[in-house]
């Protein structure tokens, strides 16, 4: 199975704050690597697939970069409703699998 | 509005079955993979498994804890897809979430839209 490790598990931030959170994976996963974001008491959401690309709708301050094992979603000006968990989730092989998520929390 | 919408959740004591319904609308949902994942509580995301659409054979793929107990089908013809759960234990208490997954020639490539999903409590 691949691993996928997030990190950190946990950040503080301000709005208007850069804020960066790094996916790892066990192995080479291409660009099978996709970020969701999930707010208190609600179901995921999909914010980039692909590594790169921004579904529809969702602002362009997220953006998701890298290849092989290391990922990178950035939000270039955090927002009060970015306050939420992101995970990361790799669909190269199954068991599809999760990183451990990270909680965006108010500074 | 492209929607899916579980049921069925709800206590159900150890060992004993339910099956969750996944209603799909405001797309062609035939032509589709749909996937369940589920959420213990406090706790993060975890792949339960998906079936994939006719065109690719309609075969289902599981977590490999998890199969032998847990089974997935779809009814194209009323837009719904089902998570059977067998010989439930207390582990198995999470909300589940039924999705679309979207798939290029077959290879699973990511959820784009979620149901709210449904609480499955597993206790005595």
């Known amino acids: 199975d691949i691993q996928m490790t997030q990190s950190p598990s946990s950040l503080s931030a301000s709005v208007g704050d850069r804020v960066t959170i790094t996916c790892r994976a066990s192995?080479?996963?291409?660009?099978?690597l996709n970020w969701y974001q999930q707010k208190s008491g609600k179901a995921p959401e999909l914010l980039i697939y692909?590594?790169?690309s921004l579904k529809s709708g969702v602002p362009s301050r997220f953006s998701g970069s890298g290849s092989g094992t290391e990922f990178i979603l950035t939000i270039s000006s955090l927002q009060p409703e970015d306050f939420a968990t992101y995970y990361c989730q790799q669909t190269y092989s199954t068991p599809l699998t999760f990183g451990g998520g990270t909680r965006v929390e108010f500074k | 509005e492209v929607q899916l919408v579980e049921s069925g959740g709800g206590l159900v004591q150890p060992g004993r079955s339910l099956r969750l319904p996944c209603a799909g609308s405001g797309f062609t949902f035939g032509n589709f993979a749909l996937s369940w994942y589920r959420q213990a509580p406090g706790k993060g995301l975890e792949w339960v498994g998906f079936?994939?659409?006719?065109?690719?054979?309609?075969?289902?793929e599981y977590a490999a804890s998890l199969e032998g107990r847990f089974s997935i089908s779809r009814d194209d013809s009323n837009s719904i897809a089902y998570l059977q759960m067998n010989s439930l234990k207390a582990e198995d208490t999470a909300v589940y979430y039924c999705?679309?997954?979207?798939?290029?020639?077959?290879?699973?490539?990511?959820?784009?839209?979620w149901g709210k999903g449904t609480t499955v409590i597993v206790s005595s």
């Open positions: 079936i994939r659409s006719k065109a690719y054979g309609g075969s289902a």
């Open positions: 692909g590594t790169s």
């Open positions: 192995q080479r996963i291409s660009s099978y």
């Open positions: 999705t679309r997954q979207i798939t290029i020639f077959g290879v699973a490539m990511y959820m784009d839209v």
